[in-house]
């Protein structure tokens, strides 16, 4: 895996320097561009962008609304490389699978990780249209370090303390100050999907000490806290979990268009601050 892990890198690194030539430098931020962070791409200075298909043993991405590409780029001054569709687990993913490329961009050089998604509102204060801070998770989608433990990555029993990292989120919360955002806060519960949960599972998710409910990015945030990279994490509430309104991959879609703006200028903000 280790090794796999590491070819992969050194052949992306080797494709992007060819594309890119002397723009191209090794990114130091990550970037998972979920809902709502699409329209980040528009304010990346693209150096140079790779398909996931052309990259040997890359998952490729198969939902809807999600292309898969790798870009290279400057991004408010800094190098960055973000991954245009991710890997949900409930696509068949094995859960390796959906943290490949996280362990990859540890090889490319990346110190940080920005993650953003969607989810449904459970705490009763949250609105559609509201983004998220993620303060912290809770992981309900199979652990993607369960197996033989990768020493080279991290250790066998890391600590998840802070696995959305305090100081990154003091500078979302002077970027949103600054530039009139409001921000909720909040734990995220990834839960394995496909189905939207239930008017119980909602409460459950509540219950248990959830604000948030979605799909994806614990995994990621495991595996990026296992190789010791901070994370910062937001979330736009797409839909009220608790309300007579079905949830639908469209509104997903809409609501998360609807706080594109918001949210780059949130992560943008943030990147150049660091
Ligand atoms: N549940 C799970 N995932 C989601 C939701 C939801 O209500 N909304 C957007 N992603």
């Known amino acids: ?30 970037i998972i561009l979920g809902t709502g962070l699409g329209g980040l791409v528009g304010s990346i200075d693209i150096s140079a962008s790779i398909d996931y298909k052309d990259i040997p043993d890359f998952p490729v991405s198969t939902v809807e609304g999600h292309s898969g590409r790798l870009i290279f780029g400057l991004l408010g001054g800094r190098r960055v490389v973000a991954m245009q569709g991710r890997f949900h687990y409930y696509e068949g993913y094995e859960p390796w699978q959906v943290v490949f490329p996280v362990r990859v961009m540890k090889f490319l050089g990346v110190r940080t990780l920005f993650v953003s998604n969607a989810s449904g509102g459970i705490n009763p204060t949250f609105r559609t249209g509201d983004i998220m801070v993620i303060t912290d998770h809770i992981n309900l989608i199979p652990n993607p370090l369960v197996g033989p433990n990768i020493a080279e990555l991290g250790p066998r029993f890391p600590d998840m303390h802070g696995c959305y990292d305090p100081h990154l989120r003091e500078i979302a919360a002077q970027v949103a100050a600054a530039e009139g955002i ?22 459950y998710f509540g219950a248990i000490g959830g604000d ?9 945030v495991i595996a990026a806290r296992h190789m ?6 937001a979330s736009i509430i797409t839909n009220v979990g608790l309300s007579d309104e079905a949830g639908d991959h469209e509104d997903v879609q809409k609501q998360g ?5 918001k949210m780059t200028t949130l992560f943008t903000e943030i990147i150049k601050r660091l």
């Open 182 to 203: 409001e921000l909720k806060y909040g734990v995220y519960v990834g839960g394995t999907g496909p189905t939207f949960e239930t008017q119980a599972e909602y409460r």
């Open 1 to 30: 895996m280790l090794e796999q892990i590491k070819k992969t890198a050194s052949f992306i690194l080797a494709e992007a320097a060819k594309i890119g030539g002397s723009d191209f430098g090794t990114p130091e931020v990550g």
């Open 212 to 220: 948030t409910a979605g799909m994806s990015t614990t995994p990621e």
């Open 228 to 233: 010791g990279i901070p994370v910062f994490g």
């Open 257 to 261: 268009a609807a706080a594109e703006k």
